[in-house]
């Protein structure tokens, strides 16, 4: 048996293309497997889910700063990036010292089972995904490998070698390449009936494009005439779905079959409760409109939107549960594991705190919580809006702890007075001669009493405000202003209904929302 070619002669992209072949079949197949077994511990759903869990305070903030609500699409990325540059390591290796790029593989593979057997929301079947993906990964390689390594790489050889007959009649890079690009269309091939086969089982949308929500039986007021200024480039008063802003910690979004879901209401109570879809919608439901805001947003951000909600009062259902005097907290679940801590006055007192089935006149977006998700007016949603909500437990913050609690952030959250300017546009080419200043301002369940416009360092002018729908929601404003050429600065500052002013003291996001004035350079031309 004649030896192959030694390996140091083979150029290192030949065999960091290996690497990455046979990642690709092998995270293919992952995929594949999970749409049948487990769609929510696919490999690239567990790894980018273990590191969200694992991510510190300043790299969610850093992620959300960057990319805002593409924060997840940018985790991908990253993920693939990092995963084909092992891919190509471990080609190196496993080609130059065997087997070391197999335990490459199989090292990865392994975390990403023990990241996906221990997340909150794993199922048995949880760790089979990434297993698979790794063994897959690693036997190509091994054959990938071998391939290249039979190969002829460089001149004729000696025609007394023993090897001679078998360079002429091994593999050459062409078929090299072929095997290859086959492993390579085979992982693709794979990854797409994936996620052809997810769709397919779930087809949530299907489901919630065929729900019909049940008449409110307290509708919601109209907006009132005077909410809406019409203002080019002012964000509207009512946030439609497809621009309301999301951040969670769900990778792979949960698809629910509303038959499926219930919600369990635990803990300190007198009588434990569960409730279903059916038994929710029966219920006498109600319609209001609530400003939900991140407490990521920076000072003058997006991440902060206006719906009318339909859903059914939490502080009714907590009466049926009878919870302990003791009890301080409610600690609502996710079905993805995420957990947000409540003060319990908030889902008890007069406000509009719902559990929510719809969303601007129709079932929630499956991205914003469907079935059901929480609205709480006044709180951030960190530690209020928690989406594809399955359970409340009635506790006390001195012996539970929610998803961001343990990573540093504040327990409560109350929703501090903000306002941010929103035209003239930081790109608009401004003209000199009469224009306007607007914004939007809010502290939800406070509300808005005013809002103030500084140009230039000079006098605080006080703005117009919009006619708000209710303290619940954020409020149009504007003022007028002949613009002089030259470069200008703007500030605005909102005053509350108790007649806080909002600060001009800069505060980070973390640990409990930004702080400070929204300032806007503009420059007009003559």
Same mark, same amino acid.
């Not at 694992?54 to 693939?80: C, E, H, N, S, Y």
């Not at 496993?94 to 010292?97: A, K, L, P, S, T």
């Not at 301080?328 to 995420?338: A, E, P, R, T």
């Given at each position: 048996?004649?030896?192959?070619?030694?390996?140091?002669?083979?150029? +290192?992209p030949?065999?960091?293309?290996?690497?990455v072949?046979?990642?690709?079949?092998?995270?293919?197949?992952?995929?594949? @497997?999970?749409? !049948?077994?487990?769609?929510?511990?696919?490999p690239?759903?567990?790894?980018?889910?273990?590191l969200?869990d694992?991510?510190?305070?300043?790299?969610?903030?850093?992620?959300?700063?960057?990319?805002?609500?593409? %924060?997840?699409?940018?985790?991908?990325?990253?993920?693939?990036v @990092?995963?084909?540059?092992?891919?190509?390591?471990?080609?190196?290796l496993?080609?130059?010292?065997p087997?070391?790029?197999?335990?490459?593989?199989?090292a990865?593979?392994?975390?990403?089972?023990i990241?996906?057997?221990?997340?909150?929301?794993?199922?048995?079947?949880?760790?089979i995904?990434?297993?698979?993906?790794?063994?897959?990964?690693?036997?190509?390689?091994w054959?990938?490998?071998?391939?290249?390594?039979?190969?002829?790489?460089? #001149?004729?050889?000696?025609?007394?070698?023993?090897?001679?007959?078998?360079?002429?009649t091994?593999?050459?890079?062409?078929?090299?390449?072929?095997?290859?690009?086959?492993?390579? =269309?085979?992982?693709?091939? =794979?990854?797409?009936?994936?996620?052809?086969?997810?769709?397919?089982?779930?087809a949530? %949308?299907?489901?919630?494009?065929?729900?019909?929500?049940?008449?409110?039986?307290v509708?919601?007021?109209?907006?009132?005439? #005077?909410?809406?200024?019409?203002?080019?480039g002012?964000?509207?008063?009512?946030?439609?779905? *497809?621009?309301?802003?999301r951040? %969670?910690?769900?990778?792979?979004?949960?698809?629910?079959?509303?038959?499926?879901?219930?919600? +369990?209401?635990?803990?300190?109570?007198?009588r434990?409760?569960?409730?279903?879809?059916d038994?929710?919608?029966?219920?006498?439901?109600?319609?209001? @409109?609530?400003t939900l805001?991140?407490?990521?947003?920076?000072?003058? #951000?997006? !991440?902060?939107?206006n719906?009318k909600?339909?859903?059914?009062?939490?502080?009714?259902? !907590?009466a049926?549960?009878?919870?302990?005097?003791?009890?301080?907290?409610?600690?609502?679940?996710?079905?993805?594991?995420?957990s947000?801590?409540?003060?319990?006055?908030?889902?008890?007192?007069?406000?509009e705190?719902?559990?929510?089935?719809?969303?601007?006149?129709?079932?929630?977006p499956?991205?914003?919580?469907?079935?059901?998700?929480m609205?709480?007016?006044?709180?951030? #949603?960190?530690?209020?809006?928690?989406?594809?909500v399955?359970?409340?437990e @009635?506790?006390?913050?001195d012996?539970?702890?929610?998803?961001?609690?343990?990573r540093?952030?504040?327990?409560?959250?109350?929703?501090?007075?903000?306002?941010?300017?929103?035209?003239?546009?930081?790109?608009?080419?401004?003209?000199?001669?009469?224009?306007v200043?607007?914004?939007?301002?809010?502290?939800?369940?406070?509300?808005?009493?005013?809002?103030?416009?500084?140009? /230039?360092?000079?006098?605080?002018?006080?703005?117009?405000?919009?006619?708000?729908?209710?303290? /619940?929601?954020?409020?149009?404003?504007?003022?007028?202003?002949?613009?002089?050429?030259?470069?200008?600065?703007?500030r605005?500052?909102?005053v509350?209904?108790?007649?806080?002013?909002?600060?001009?003291?800069?505060?980070?996001?973390?640990?409990?929302?930004?702080?400070?004035?929204? *300032?806007?350079?503009?420059?007009v031309?003559?």
């Open positions: 048996m004649s030896a192959p070619a030694p390996s140091g002669r083979i150029p +290192r030949l065999a960091a293309l290996a690497g072949a046979a990642v690709v079949l092998g995270a293919g197949l992952g995929e594949a @497997v999970a749409a !049948l077994v487990a769609p929510a511990s696919s690239f759903a567990a790894i980018g889910g273990g969200i694992a991510a510190p305070p300043w790299a969610k903030d850093a992620a959300i700063a960057l990319f805002g609500t593409g %924060d997840k699409v940018a985790l991908l990325v990253g993920i693939a @990092v995963l084909l540059a092992l891919a190509a390591i471990a080609g190196v496993e080609v130059r010292r087997p070391w790029g197999r335990v490459l593989f199989a990865v593979g392994v975390g990403g089972a990241v996906a057997a221990t997340r909150s929301d794993a199922g048995l079947l949880a760790w995904p990434s297993v698979i993906a790794a063994a897959a990964a690693a036997a190509t390689l054959f990938l490998a071998g391939r290249l390594r039979a190969a002829p790489v460089g #001149g004729a050889p000696d025609a007394d070698s023993p090897s001679a007959t078998a360079a002429t091994a593999p050459d890079r062409r078929t090299f390449l072929v095997y290859s690009g086959g492993a390579v =269309a085979v992982g693709i091939l =794979a990854a797409f009936v994936g996620a052809v086969r997810t769709t397919g089982t779930v949530v %949308d299907a489901i919630r494009s065929a729900l019909r929500l049940p008449t409110p039986a509708a919601a007021p109209p907006v009132p005439t #005077g909410a809406e200024l019409d203002l080019p002012l964000a509207r008063v009512i946030t439609p779905n *497809e621009a309301f802003y951040i %969670d910690t769900a990778l792979v979004v949960p698809e629910i079959d509303p038959a499926d879901w219930s919600l +369990r209401i635990h803990g300190m109570v007198a434990e409760i569960t409730l279903t879809w038994e929710l919608l029966a219920l006498p439901l109600r319609e209001s @409109v609530t805001a991140c407490v990521s947003n920076p000072v003058g #951000g997006d !991440l902060i939107g719906a909600w339909l859903g059914y009062p939490i502080r009714e259902l !907590l049926r549960a009878e919870p302990s005097a003791d009890a301080d907290m409610v600690l609502s679940w996710s079905i993805d594991g995420f947000a801590s409540t003060p319990i006055e908030a889902l008890t007192d007069e406000r705190s719902i559990l929510a089935v719809g969303m601007n006149g129709e079932p929630l499956v991205e914003h919580g469907f079935p059901v998700r609205v709480v007016p006044g709180l951030y #949603g960190y530690v209020s809006a928690t989406k594809w399955t359970e409340l @009635v506790t006390r913050f012996r539970k702890q929610a998803y961001w609690s343990t540093g952030w504040s327990e409560r959250g109350p929703i501090k007075l903000q306002s941010r300017i929103d035209v003239p546009r930081r790109e608009q080419g401004l003209r000199a001669g009469d224009t200043i607007a914004g939007m301002a809010w502290q939800q369940h406070v509300g808005i009493a005013g809002v103030q416009v500084q140009i /230039d360092d000079g006098p605080w002018q006080d703005a117009t405000l919009a006619t708000a729908i209710s303290d /619940d929601t954020w409020v149009q404003w504007s003022l007028p202003w002949t613009a002089t050429p030259g470069d200008h600065l703007l605005c500052r909102a509350s209904a108790t007649g806080d002013v909002q600060t001009a003291d800069r505060a980070a996001v973390a640990p409990d929302g930004a702080t400070g004035y929204h *300032e806007r350079f503009v420059q031309f003559t």
